[in-house]
């Protein structure tokens, strides 16, 4: 879908898509490319153990994992856009508040 793309442009493991309208990205504990030397937040990942499918029902939340192999920790390189932009949104989805590109450190 276009949400996993997106995501995956980020660096990021995990895709929904909430009523068919909103995207949102998150990464699993084993993304490394993601958390760095942060800690993992549990909350930017999916509580799979307790999901449950709606069987005749309509699901409000469409969850796709990125399920190929990691290479550096993560999703591949080749499938991420790499600008200072990007890498201040996978910042502020970790840090919880929105980081400026100009906080990126290099």
Known sequence: TACSRFCSSKGMDLSG???????RCGASKLNAQ????DNYKPSL????????????????????RY????????????YRTTGIVDEAYVDSVVAGHTLAPEEEEH
């Open 45 to 64: 990942s999916f509580p799979l153990a307790t999901a449950a499918h709606a069987w005749n029902t309509e699901c409000p939340l469409h969850l796709r």
């Open 67 to 78: 399920i190929e192999p990691f290479e550096s920790g993560g999703p591949p390189l080749r």
């Open 17 to 23: 898509v909430i009523r068919s309208r909103e995207c």
């Open 34 to 37: 993601v958390w760095h030397q």
